[in-house]
Nanobody, 126 residues
Framework: QVQLVESGGGLVQAGGSLRLSCAAS????????MGWFRQAPGKEREFVAA????????MYADSVKGRFTISRDNAKNTVYLQMNSLKPEDTAVYYC???????????????????WGQGTQVTVSS
């Protein structure tokens, strides 16, 4: 079955960096666009970043643009989220998600993603 397993979360001070990884199995990775979402306590899940199947197209939420970078390694079936200049408001559970799509079009709606990981906690202290 399809599995998405996130790793790399943790506790970091404001201004620090973390790199999240999401290893995918049970699917043909190059048939899928990948996304990162996050959910803070008491808030709805929100879009963070997405990347097309080839890695040629990326999209970011305004709140993370210029600080976060999404990338993928299709040989390793893995998508990454490099997070720099972290802020306390970045504290959340971060989820990776997969959307079956071979075009370069990217979407932000979580309902459009069919597979989800279990999430990894990111906590940024002030």
């Amino acid at each position: 079955q399809v599995q998405l397993v996130e790793s790399g979360g943790g506790l970091v001070q404001a201004g620090g960096s973390l790199r999240l990884s999401c290893a995918a199995s049970g699917l043909t990775f190059t048939n899928y666009a990948m996304g990162w979402f996050r959910q803070a306590p008491g808030k709805e899940r929100e879009f963070v970043a997405a990347i097309s199947w080839s890695g040629g197209s990326t999209m970011y939420a305004d709140s993370v643009k210029g600080r976060f970078t999404i990338s993928r390694d299709n040989a390793k079936n893995t998508v990454y989220l490099q997070m720099n200049s972290l802020k306390p408001e970045d504290t959340a559970v971060y989820y990776c998600a997969a959307r079956f799509q071979r075009s370069s079009q990217l979407v932000v709606a979580s309902r459009s993603y069919g597979y989800w990981g279990q999430g990894t906690q990111v906590t940024v202290s002030s």
